[in-house]
């Protein structure tokens, strides 16, 4: 995170994939992390390197209130499905607020039941109206959040392989998720990719890089 603010410039990516993608105590762990170790606070410097409603969002993801529960409330995310259709394309223009406040205050399970309401109401699906109702970063992290949310180990294989793709390495994204996930996600991630895309995760990464660092990310991969 410190990174991805620091300096000129700011990585809106990184931040959208790190906050939309933790768990409450991931989050609640980099605030203490963040604060012990660079003496700043994490909410006030994300505030000050990001702007409007996507600022809001990612203000309202570091509160780290999402419910961890896997109880389902159906008539809620038919409330909420009504809620955000409302929002959106019942109206002329959005009323982000309303989105902000159910993308990143209900639970996953709670979400997925939403979206399968909002499908119901709709032409299009989650997806679909928040490509038509939002731009920019805001609809990129409002994205990343239903992406996690439908699988989240796809969300992360498609970033693997977007880091590697074509010409060059993106290797502070690359690097970032497999650390992020070698103690939990890691072996999941490498069926996944293999069954998306052609080769194994290790052979990608073996393409990709070299000397001390492809040892590093080889030996961390297994």
Same mark, same amino acid.
């Given at each position: 995170?410190?990174? &991805? ?23 609640? +762990? ?23 409603? @996507? !600022?809001? *969002? ?10 961890? +529960? ?5 008539? *809620? ?5 009504? &809620? *955000? ?29 939403? @979206? ?12 679909? &109206? ?20 439908? +699988? ?13 793709? %074509?010409?060059?390495?993106? $290797? ?20 996944? @990719?293999? !069954?998306?895309? !052609? %080769? ?6 073996? %393409? $990709?890089?070299?000397?001390?660092? !492809?040892?590093? =990310? =080889?030996?961390?991969?297994?």
């Amino acid at each position: 995170m410190r990174n &991805a603010i620091q300096g000129l410039g700011t990585d809106e990516d990184a931040i959208i994939e790190i906050l939309c993608t933790s768990s409450n105590q991931e989050i609640q +762990d980099m605030n203490i992390a963040y604060k012990r170790v660079y003496g700043d606070d994490l909410e006030t410097d994300v505030k000050g390197d990001t702007s409007g409603h @996507f !600022k809001n *969002l990612m203000v309202s993801l570091l509160q780290a209130n999402r419910p961890t +529960d896997q109880c389902v409330d159906r008539a *809620l995310a038919k409330s909420d499905a009504k &809620a *955000l259709y409302d929002a959106g394309e019942a109206r002329w223009g959005t009323d982000e607020s309303v989105f902000n406040s159910i993308m990143a205050s209900r639970s996953y399970e709670q979400l997925q039941a939403t @979206f399968e309401e909002y499908s119901k109401i709709s032409k299009r699906n989650i997806l679909q &109206a928040i490509d038509s109702e939002m731009s920019g970063d805001l609809c990129k992290g409002m994205k990343t959040i239903v992406r996690c949310v439908q +699988d989240k180990q796809k969300y992360y294989v498609d970033r693997l392989y977007k880091s590697m793709k %074509g010409l060059g390495t993106d $290797d502070t994204t690359l690097v970032r998720i497999i650390i992020r996930t070698c103690e939990t996600e890691l072996e999941d991630l490498k069926k996944v @990719f293999c !069954k998306e895309h !052609k %080769g194994s995760l290790k052979d990608w990464v073996a %393409g $990709d890089t070299s000397g001390d660092y !492809k040892a590093v =990310l =080889l030996a961390v991969i297994g």
